[in-house]
């Protein structure tokens, strides 16, 4: 069965600190790994990481997938109060079933 | 473009009562998916359908029922509501396996007592 484990399960900062986010992966044949930010309403798509394509980043965001360690960071960088969130990562197995395996998020709190 | 509908927003049944959630999408995409959100246990996948006709189960289906009869259209029933069923529902649709063009439906939140 695959597994997604994401750490911290919350985190307050205060606004312009850095923060880091984790998400590790137990998947058979991995295909690629999904972040999310959910606020108030639906998750929306930040970055998809695969083995052609390891390091992505957005502005502030940034993002790096580590497949010896089967594992993957989200940097947010000078966080501003409207990076306050959910963040969650999805991983897809290259198995022949076309769906996404989520972690149970990390919630983020900026405060001002 | 609406994107992907859901109705209703909010909902409150009793134990045992059934229902149907609806999920549209305009974008003429062939894969589309329910989950549930609980608190402390991310989005866990119910039910998925690659197209018109077919569907398929996912982590926790049991107690739901869906069906695809268009593209558009990818509707969750509950048979018999229990309160382990009190959750938030969203539903997303995306082309198939491209996951970075998956829109995400604004959820219904139900409450079963």
């Known amino acids: 069965e695959d597994k997604v484990v994401q750490s911290p399960l919350s985190l307050v900062v205060h606004e312009g600190d850095t923060v880091t986010l984790n998400c590790s992966y137990e998947?058979?044949?991995?295909?690629?790994l999904l972040w999310y930010k959910q606020e108030k309403k639906a998750p929306t798509f930040l970055f998809m990481l695969?083995?052609?394509?390891i390091e992505k980043k957005s502005g502030r965001l940034s993002s790096i997938l580590d497949k010896k360690e089967l594992s993957s960071i989200l940097n947010i960088t000078a966080t501003q109060t409207g990076d306050s969130a959910i963040y969650l990562c999805a991983v897809e197995s290259n198995f022949g079933n076309e769906k996404l395996t989520f972690g149970t998020g990390t919630r983020l709190t900026i405060i001002p | 473009n609406a994107g992907v509908t859901q109705t209703p927003k909010f909902q409150v049944l009793k134990t045992g009562q059934s229902m149907t959630l609806q999920c549209a999408q305009d974008?003429?995409?062939?894969?589309m998916s329910w989950y549930r959100q609980d608190p402390g246990m991310g989005l866990r996948l119910i039910h998925y359908?690659?197209?018109?006709?077919?569907?398929d189960q996912g982590e926790v289906p049991n107690g739901y029922n869906v069906s695809r009869s268009t593209t558009e259209d990818f509707p969750l029933r509950l048979l018999s509501a229990a309160p382990s069923q009190t959750s938030v529902y969203f539903c997303?649709?995306?082309?198939?396996?491209?996951?970075?063009?998956?829109?995400f439906g604004p959820g219904t939140r139900l409450t079963v007592t």
């Open positions: 997303a649709s995306s082309p198939v396996l491209v996951w970075e063009e998956q829109y």
């Open positions: 359908s690659v197209g018109a006709g077919i569907t």
């Open positions: 974008m003429n995409h062939e894969y």
């Open positions: 695969t083995s052609s394509g």
């Open positions: 998947v058979t044949n991995f295909r690629s």
